[in-house]
């Protein structure tokens, strides 16, 4: 009996604090949810914005650029050298034939000249050159590695000349990890849950309607807003180019691959069918619901290796002038950012109009090039939220066709030259699978077909003469 006013009494007192935390708590997600509805959701889905992003990049633009001039500054002052990044390689090499340098070397060598069709011993130098300038400045390997900047972001993973130069310097980049880890990173993540959420729960709803006009209409709809939500949960600021030229109905959609989230920087802007391979897991979930509300093409794992079944898959959706079009990426990897690498033929051989579209990422903000071999999914997203922002330009090139006498692979490296050339891109013939795989044996047969081809054709002539 006597304690029990004493516990009576702090009974009294902790429910009040209790109600006062749970009060807290409810206006915060009020506020919260209200400024996510209001700033996000809702401009997400009329597709209009505030320009917040914008005045957030052109902040970002000024203090990037006072941070590189301090770190100028501080280094000559401390007579530091910096590192700077080959823009254009590290060997300055000129477009010039085999038969050109070998006949070079020949002459600066020996008295022959390469009219003589036999082997000379000094020709063994071309094959060593180019081995040795191939190891040092290799135009495959470093096409899948982040791409070098010449200016400082504020972010460690990007600057090989982190160290200390002076007290404002790291207090503003102290400042930045606060705000990129305190306060983006975890609104990011919000919107990405957000935005996934409504996909899953929006593509289903729609999908028990009847396959009519509504159902496409609302199909559309929350497909770009959904994707729009993600976009946001980048901070991803995109500029579209030639919008008159966007990808309509019954054609393929073409790419060149940087990231993963290259498939919501373009829909984002306008609605696709995807292409892909069945997956398990929240992936499976989320292809499932939105096969529901459109017709993506998924494939079995088995099927994924069946030119044909794919070829037929393909070509049986885009003769529906009704159904969206395809997105493709015909590269098949993600290269990073600098380069387009051989296109696969697949998508090429199907007769119907192409829609080539150029990305091109601004790494000042963000490197958005995902390395597969060196970073999983999860990691390489934790990457992208917490980095500033994702900025890029998207062009939407004419499009194009087919013509005639001109087979599948040159179709492809003609539209695959359009897009380096408009994303200011360098186009390669290289095939984006050596990332993972070896040379194949008729790259060197060709090489040794043209030297031989040298000597032989050499003494061709010389017999007619």
């Known amino acids: 009996l006597l304690f029990l006013p004493s516990n009576a009494n702090m009974g009294w007192f902790y429910f009040p604090f209790d109600n006062l935390v749970c009060m807290l708590l409810g206006i915060s997600f009020t506020v919260w949810f209200t400024l996510l509805l209001v700033f996000i959701i809702v401009p997400a889905i009329f597709g209009v914005s505030f320009g917040i992003r914008r005045l ?64 000379e011993m000094s020709d063994i130098f071309y094959f060593c050159r180019k081995g040795v300038e191939t190891i040092m400045d290799d135009e495959v390997t470093k096409r899948f590695s982040a791409e070098e900047l010449e200016s400082w972001n504020l972010l460690t993973r990007s600057n090989y ?6 007290l404002r310097l790291t207090v503003l980049w102290g400042l930045g990890v606060l705000i990129r880890y305190g306060f983006l990173l975890p609104l990011r993540v919000t919107l990405a849950f957000t935005g996934v959420g409504l996909l899953v729960v929006g593509t289903t709803m729609v999908g028990f309607l ?4 509504m159902k496409n209409f609302l199909s559309q709809k929350v497909h770009l807003m959904c994707y729009r939500i993600c976009v946001r949960a980048l901070t991803a600021i995109i500029t579209y180019h030639d919008s008159e030229n966007k990808p309509k109905n019954g054609g ?33 979930i989320i292809q499932r619901s939105m096969v529901k509300a459109c017709p993506h093409i998924w494939f079995e794992r088995s099927e994924v290796k069946d030119r044909h079944l794919v ?7 885009v003769e529906d002038k009704s159904k969206l ?50 970073y999983g999914m999860v990691n390489y997203l ?18 194009m066709m087919r013509e005639e006498g001109e087979d599948a692979v040159q179709f492809a490296n003609r539209v695959k030259a359009a897009i380096a050339r ?23 047969e060709e090489q040794q077909k043209l030297y031989s081809k040298m000597l032989v054709g050499n003494q061709e002539d010389r017999s007619r003469s």
């Open 210 to 213: 009847p396959n009519r006009r």
């Open 56 to 119: 957030y990049m052109k902040t970002l633009l000024k203090v990037f650029e006072w941070a590189t001039l301090r770190i100028e500054r501080g280094a000559k002052e401390k007579n530091h050298h910096l590192y700077k990044p080959y823009t254009n390689g590290i060997i300055a090499k000129e477009p010039t034939s085999l038969e050109e340098e070998i006949k070079e070397i020949r002459r600066s060598g020996s008295n022959k000249d390469l009219g003589t069709p036999e082997f």
């Open 311 to 317: 070829a037929k898959r393909l070509s049986d959706h």
């Open 325 to 374: 079009p395809i997105l493709i990426f015909p590269e098949g990897t993600c290269i990073n950012n600098t380069s387009v690498m051989m296109f696969k033929k697949g998508s090429f051989e199907i007769g119907t109009t192409v829609y080539p579209v150029a990305i091109k990422y601004d790494p000042r903000f963000g490197d958005a090039f995902w390395n597969s071999s060196k």
């Open 161 to 166: 000349n982190f160290q200390h130069i002076s």
């Open 422 to 444: 408009k994303g200011g891109l360098v186009d390669l013939l290289w095939d984006g699978g050596l990332k993972r795989g070896k040379v194949k044996e008729t790259f060197k």
């Open 252 to 284: 393929i959609c073409v790419a060149n691959h940087t990231s993963p989230i290259d498939v919501i920087i373009l829909a984002s802007d306008g609605c696709y069918a995807m292409v892909g391979q069945v997956h398990g897991g929240l992936m499976g």
């Open 382 to 399: 934790l990457r992208m939220m917490s980095s500033w922002a994702i900025v890029c330009s998207v062009w939407y090139l004419p499009p």
